[in-house]
T-cell receptor
Framework: GDSVTQMEGPVTLSEEAFLTINCTYT??????LFWYVQYPGEGLQLLLK???ADDKGSNKGFEATYRKETTSFHLEKGSVQVSDSAVYFC????????????WGAGTKLIIKP | ETGVTQTPRHLVMGMTNKKSLKCEQH?????MYWYKQSAKKPLELMFV???????ENNSVPSRFSPECPNSSHLFLHLHTLQPEDSALYLC???????????????FGEGSRLTVL
């Protein structure tokens, strides 16, 4: 079945550091890929998405590129801020999952000033 | 009120109690979901309602009982829970099942459940 694997956290960085959170997937079809973010005490919200190979999703300075050859969708940001501290979830949706979202376990990001 | 609202935010109950979680969405969506979020585990989809009909039940124990009286409201009735049921329960809504073309789900802030 479909699955998503994320790097384990927590990831701790200093402000203005470069961020990468790894995400790889297995899917039977041609999935759409998503990053959601959960700030402390809040529900999840969609951060960015990509629907086909080589697409790049971007939002709030975050980017992720849909790499079919490596089945990856790594999240990157050039310069993180304290306000980026949150839990980040990678997810996919495709026909193999009946178009329900399949989630990774989440990666907690801690940014220190 | 806007978005997805969940009440209560925190709930502590004994194993013999009966309680309910409530979710209300003000987005005009036609699908609603219950998820269980436990530490360091992927989100677990519990139930999906589309146009007020339950379309998925992912092998959830019968001590969890959902109810969707209309497209804006979703309940999760709890009875004789176990300590391992302690978790954050998230409600979400979307336009189109699975988030439709956008894959976007809108989440509430969750109800933190502790079973003693």
């Amino acid at each position: 079945g479909d699955s998503v694997t994320q790097m384990e956290g927590p990831v701790t960085l200093s402000e203005e550091a470069f961020l990468t959170i790894n995400c790889t997937y297995t899917a039977t079809g041609y999935p759409s890929l998503f990053w959601y973010v959960q700030y402390p005490g809040e529900g999840l919200q969609l951060l960015l998405k990509a629907t086909k190979a080589d697409d790049k999703g971007s939002n709030k300075g975050f980017e992720a590129t849909y790499r079919k050859e490596t089945t990856s969708f790594h999240l990157e940001k050039g310069s993180v801020q304290v306000s980026d501290s949150a839990v980040y979830f990678c997810a996919l949706s495709d026909s193999g999952s009946n178009y329900q979202l399949i989630w990774g376990a989440g990666t907690k990001l801690i940014i220190k000033p | 009120e806007t978005g997805v609202t969940q009440t209560p935010r925190h709930l502590v109950m004994g194993m013999t109690n009966k309680k309910s979680l409530k979710c209300e969405q003000h987005l005009g969506h036609n699908a609603m979901y219950w998820y269980k979020q436990s530490a360091k585990k992927p989100l677990e989809l519990m139930f999906v309602y589309s146009l007020e009909e339950r379309v998925e039940n992912n092998s959830v124990p019968s001590r969890f009982s959902p109810e969707c009286p209309n497209s804006s409201h979703l309940f999760l009735h709890l009875h004789t829970l176990q300590p391992e049921d302690s978790a954050l329960y998230l409600c979400a809504s979307s336009q189109g099942r699975g988030g439709g073309d956008t894959g976007e789900l809108f989440f509430g802030e969750g109800s933190r459940l502790t079973v003693l």
